[in-house]
């Protein structure tokens, strides 16, 4: 089941400074919800506060895009995952050099 009250690992999962977060607003708490033009987009963590986060995140306005602070409760975001692939490719790169420096 999915409705009513969150579960606690949503609140005891730890946020630091320069994190990756996805905002992802969730219906089942109002409070501190992003505007709907953020929802689906990723952005870094530049405060941690008791419960919530304050969050960079990149906006079009007409031409331009601008960086936007926003702060938002932890029920609406959650790690990103964009990272992962570049962290295992630097990983596999690193282990190849490793191997030809071996081999010579």
């Not at 089941?1 to 999962?13: A, N």
């Not at 953020?38 to 952005?43: D, N, P, R």
């Amino acid at each position: 089941r999915t409705h009513g009250q969150l579960p606690l690992s949503t609140y005891l999962k730890v946020h630091k400074v320069g994190d990756i977060v996805d905002i992802k607003g969730d219906g089942a708490v109002q409070k501190g919800m992003p505007h709907k033009a953020y929802h689906g987009k990723t952005g870094r963590i530049f405060n941690v506060t008791r419960r919530a986060v304050g969050v960079i995140v990149n906006k079009q306005v007409k031409g331009r895009i601008l960086p936007k602070k926003i702060n938002i409760r932890v029920e609406h975001i959650r790690q990103s995952r964009c990272r992962e692939d570049f962290l295992n490719r630097v990983k596999v790169n690193d282990e190849k050099k490793r191997a030809a420096k071996a081999t010579g």
